[in-house]
């Protein structure tokens, strides 16, 4: 089961890399709730997929690369390294045209019956903010 559960986290970031809203829609069960950084919450398959929707229009370009996953029963925890250029609005910002490269950033997800019900998500958002010419 563990080798199943760190498939699906692959493929959920690959479907952020590769632009597969569809794909990653069918990855999460219906209830997911997601938890990100600075006090994001999402719930439903819906909010979920737009949010991540949201940053593939920001960085067209976007990779997702994924270094590390560990698994333990109904959990998965991975390591990923998401890059790409900012050519178009996040957050109501215009486009900056910089490449981001997260160093990391460190995601949990629960799996219920084959699928992400809910998800934790952490990243250095003063590193984004620096790459992306916000902060100094």
């Known amino acids: 089961m563990s080798e199943q559960n760190k498939q699906l986290v692959r493929d959920l970031w690959g479907c952020l890399g590769s632009g597969d809203f569809e794909k990653m829609a069918s990855i999460y069960h219906p209830d997911v709730a997601y938890h990100g950084s600075g006090g994001e919450e ?10 991540a929707r949201g940053y593939k229009v920001a960085f067209p370009d976007m990779t997702a690369d994924v270094e ?6 109904d959990f998965v925890v991975s390591r990923t390294r ?9 957050m109501g910002m215009a486009p900056t045209g910089k490449k981001v490269d997260l160093k990391w950033i460190m995601n949990m997800v629960r799996i219920v ?3 992400i019900v809910e998800e934790w ?4 958002q003063m590193d984004f903010a620096k790459q992306m010419g916000m902060a100094g």
């Not at 999402?42 to 949010?51: D, I």
């Not at 590390?68 to 029963?73: D, K, M, T």
Request: charged share 30%; proline share 3%.
């Open 42 to 51: 999402r719930r439903g398959v819906a909010s979920v997929v737009e949010f």
């Open 68 to 73: 590390q996953l560990v698994a333990e029963g």
């Open 82 to 90: 998401p890059s790409g250029t900012n050519t178009g609005e996040i």
């Open 113 to 115: 019956d084959g699928r």
């Open 121 to 124: 998500e952490v990243f250095d």
